[in-house]
């Protein structure tokens, strides 16, 4: 008796496609995996931007963590409203932001909010909206390790620190340092860079203890370093794609071993010329930004050549269009699994090969009630 790939869908008849599927036991073993792979489990912070579920966020809940990493306000409201204890917004609040994180410290007292700032014109706006609702908010200052996305050079934040740690209303609790730009395939290289790029993150903690008595956190790294500042002591460390994984990290970080745990579930509906197939899984449905040849890759069809990509359609070469018929389906790995998942409003829960029920994607929305 064949045995039945783990992916398949016993039940795909009236399962509407595209969607995306996260098969549980996948998503358990993933975070097993990651709660194994650190010395102290209060070292943990995962970043929730790929699952955007409660659901999730409550099952690693379930295996000790209680810190929390997001980047906008719906996903720290929906980290607060199942009572996560400490929630870090890895982003600066500007503008109406900053009143709605106020107004989610105000709504729920249980969670401990914390944001980032990288300039003193963002700190003393935060220090007057704060002050004036009686608040100490806790901020990290946010580091330009290389990326240049956001933060401050390290070399120049001492003098931030200086001058925001007179400010009321806030404190200054921590240091974050965000490497998502090093994404080598040899581990040894990536290890070099990182290394390089935390020392100064570290000295410019050492020189704020010795003039302040002050030991302050760093929060660093996502999925590419998580093997290497997992090995620092005292360091919390903030990855997020490993609970459901995607094909561009099983291809890179070959050293960490998670399992893809989330799927794009797909039907050809056309077979418009030949050795041309048609599937129903455009912009709307899977992430992008990548090449053509690297947004998906079908367990089930692995030959597939794409020559096309619209909102609702996906258009591929095959060899041989005999092989595939109108309402086949296709289980595909995503090269980046967080934006796609955003694209959806539910994904479909498969447990022992069936479709078990469906979670909302909660915090895919700009706004809960905040």
Known sequence: MATVPWYEISDVEGFDTPAVAVYIER??????????SIDDVTRLRPHIKTHKSPEVSALMQDAGINKFKCATIAEAEMLASIEVKDVLLAYQPVGPKAIRLLTLVKKFPLTKFSCLIDNLKTAASLSELSSKENIVLPVYIDLNVGMNRTGIVPEDALELYNNCKILNGIDIVGLHAYDGHLRDKDFGIRKQRCDEAFSRVELLRQKIQTAENKKLTIVAGGTPTFSIHSRRKEIECSPGTFVYWD?????ILIEQHYAPAALVVSRVISKPSANIICIDLGHKSIASENSLAQRVFFLNAKNLQPIGHSEE????????DSQFQV???L??????????????DKTAIVEDHRLVKYWETLSRNRRITV
């Open 331 to 344: 289980y595909g790995v995503p090269y980046h699994i967080c934006p796609t998942v955003a694209l959806h």
């Open 247 to 251: 094909k561009t990290y099983e291809q």
């Open 327 to 329: 309402g086949d389906v």
């Open 313 to 320: 359609h996906m258009v591929f070469s095959v060899e041989d």
């Open 27 to 36: 998503v358990k073993k993933n975070i097993r995996t990651f709660v194994g």
